[in-house]
């Protein structure tokens, strides 16, 4: 079955190490919802079959629960939606209860959180609005208000980051009650504010980030998330649907400014 990627492109504030197309204009949240159900209903009559729908980013966490509802009520009038798992991605300074709540009663059935550290000295590096108590008390709240599937992002290599304080980070989020974790490795991309020599030598080395790249790995499976792919560990039942379309070579369509199919 064929999988449809949205691509939110708002965020608050740009992070300093990300590349990924996106921009401060919380005006244009409703013209954007908008365009995407317009984008969506040119598929309607080609009797598609879909299992998944992502919201990625960006911050997809902007949009209301209303604006949320509105694109996924136009997918299921527009596809032929089987079962499916509907990931959108949250920055946890972006939602609240009663967002988290409206999205669950919209449809969407995973939440992904961007924590990226459990260390706040880390996440005031990284340029994030969180610290790690709003991100503790994020997920908690997505699961009291019925989400079983809900993901966590963590980051390897930031400046200051040692083997001991990772470790210390990992063991704070699998405490949580999450069935997902993603890690990825920090890269300094082309363009970005820390694409400078100053940040290429305050970061992690390549030895650095071999040791912990393994350390995690380790560590995860000690706690029962079993790695599935490269950055991705999973509780049993807890695998992304939609990320699997990728590395199984499916199909899926691209919604948004910077998606492609």
Not at 22 to 50: H, M, W
Not at 141 to 157: E, K, N, P, W, Y
Not at 196 to 205: G, L, Q
Request: with cysteine; glycine share 8%.
């Amino acid at each position: 079955m064929t999988g449809i990627y949205i691509h939110v492109p708002f965020c608050k504030r740009k992070c300093p190490y990300c590349d990924f197309y996106s921009v401060c204009r919380p005006d244009l949240y409703e013209d954007y919802t908008q365009a995407v159900c317009r984008n969506i209903e040119a598929f309607k009559g080609r009797d598609i079959k879909c299992d998944t729908i992502y919201f990625g980013g960006g911050t997809p966490s902007v949009l209301s629960a209303e604006q949320v509802d509105r694109i996924i009520d136009t997918a299921g009038k527009c596809f032929a939606l089987c079962q499916p798992e509907i990931t959108l991605e949250a920055n946890p300074s972006s939602v609240d209860r009663e967002k988290m709540s409206g999205w669950r009663k919209a449809g969407v059935t995973r939440l992904s959180f961007g924590v990226q550290s459990a260390n706040d000295r880390e996440l005031g590096f990284l340029g994030r609005l969180h610290d790690f108590s709003q991100a503790k008390s994020a997920v908690e709240t997505a699961a009291q208000v019925g989400f079983r599937h809900i993901s966590c992002d963590i980051m390897l290599g930031v400046k200051g980051q040692t083997l001991e304080s990772l470790w210390d980070s990992i063991e704070s989020l699998t405490a949580l009650p999450v069935d997902h974790i993603s890690a990825y490795m920090l890269k300094i991309e082309k363009g970005t504010a820390f694409d400078c020599d100053e940040m290429r030598n305050a970061v992690a080395d390549d030895d650095m980030l071999c040791d912990m790249y393994l350390q995690t790995v380790g560590q995860l499976a000690s706690k029962g998330f079993l790695q599935y792919e490269i950055s991705n560990f999973a509780k049993e039942g807890g695998k992304s649907r939609h990320n699997l379309k990728y590395w199984h070579g499916e199909e899926y369509i691209g919604i948004g400014p910077s998606a492609h199919s």
